[in-house]
């Protein structure tokens, strides 16, 4: 975000919430995969890959131009809502995790809608 102009403000803010929601998901698909006995961080199961895509979104704050960095958030949520799809897939997911990640994804496709449609303007 360092990289926005001051008359970019609404989209500090844009990118100041989209920040808090990743950490908010984070933490709720965190605390669920700890129930169920694994390590988000270190582990290649979804859940771990999920945590590498929400990674990736924040390297896509290294951008130097509002359409570079809108690009490279529209990049960013692509791995991240495949990360969800795929997850979705697994076959022993419990329901209420299932139903974690739905939720969560109907708001990343959101996300990625403003997103998408800002970068256009751009």
């Known amino acids: 975000m360092k990289d926005l102009k001051d008359n ?4 500090k803010e844009l ?4 920040i808090g929601d990743s950490h908010r998901f984070k933490v709720e698909l965190g605390t669920e995969i700890e129930v169920l006995g694994h390590d988000i961080d270190t582990g290649t ?3 771990g890959k999920i945590h590498r895509a929400w990674l990736d979104v924040k390297a896509a704050f290294t951008a130097h131009d509002t359409h570079d960095i809108l690009e490279e958030c529209e990049f960013g949520e692509d791995a991240i809502i495949k990360a969800y799809r795929n997850a979705l897939e697994e076959e022993y997911l419990p329901a209420y995790l299932r139903q974690v990640i739905n939720t969560q994804l109907d ?3 959101d996300a990625h809608d403003e997103i998408k449609a800002l970068r256009d303007q751009v």
């Open 107 to 109: 708001n990343l496709l």
């Open 8 to 11: 970019e403000g609404d989209l």
């Open 45 to 47: 199961s979804t859940s």
């Open 15 to 18: 990118f100041t919430t989209m």
